[in-house]
T-cell receptor, first 112, second 112 residues
């Protein structure tokens, strides 16, 4: 059973701080990794994806991937109250026949 | 380009009834995946359709079924509704089977 784990939180950070969200996965052959943001009562929206080891930056967001450690993270710089949401990590398993596996999500609260 | 659309957005049914939910993917997207989201279980994969064929199926009972039409629109059906079927049902579309998934707004189903 392929698993994706996240700390459920809530993770509370002050406005302007860096929020660090972590995700580990069990399928060592996984190739693609995605971060989604979900506001309460809404559907998940894609923030970014990463395929290669290292960092990928998009505005205030940076995704970090370490395949050897089976670890992917999302950093949010200059956190804003509007970033308060649940962040879902999704992993595309190596098995072509398998769909995305989602983690349980981390609830982030940015305090003004 | 229009996003993923789902209808209806809200639905109230009683136990024993059946329900059909509809999903129209982003234009050009051929893969449609369905998920069930509940507070206790998180995002659970139901099934994936690609080119009118079910390619992958999650661990749900046979009461949950779906289909995809030649224009990539998809429907899912739940028969003999149970109270535990109350959830947010999300549809996600992607260009190909292992590509980034984009979610629709969801259908919130309440079973009384």
């Amino acid at each position: 059973q392929k698993e994706v784990e996240q700390n459920s939180g809530p993770l509370s950070v002050p406005e302007g701080a860096i929020a660090s969200l972590n995700c580990t996965y069990s399928d060592r052959g996984s190739q693609s990794f995605f971060w989604y943001r979900q506001y309460s009562g809404k559907s998940p929206e894609l923030i970014m994806f990463i395929y290669s080891n290292g960092d990928k930056e998009d505005g205030r967001f940076t995704a970090q991937l370490n395949k050897a450690s089976q670890y992917v993270s999302l950093l949010i710089r200059d956190s804003q109250p509007s970033d308060s949401a649940t962040y879902l990590c999704a992993v595309q398993p190596d098995n072509y026949g398998q769909n995305f596996v989602f983690g349980p999500g981390t609830r982030l609260s940015v305090l003004p | 380009k229009a996003g993923v659309t789902q209808t209806p957005r809200y639905l109230i049914k009683t136990r024993g009834q059946q329900v059909t939910l509809s999903c129209s993917p982003i234009s050009g997207h051929r893969s449609v995946s369905w998920y069930q989201q509940t507070p206790g279980q998180g995002l659970q994969f139901l099934f994936e359709y690609f080119s009118e064929t079910q390619r992958n199926k999650g661990n749900f009972p046979g009461r949950f079924s779906g289909r995809q039409f030649s224009n990539s629109r998809s429907e899912m059906n739940v028969s003999t509704l149970e109270l535990g079927d109350s959830a947010l049902y999300l549809c996600a579309s992607s260009w190909g089977r292992r590509e980034t998934q984009y979610f629709g707004p969801g259908t919130r189903l309440l079973v009384l």
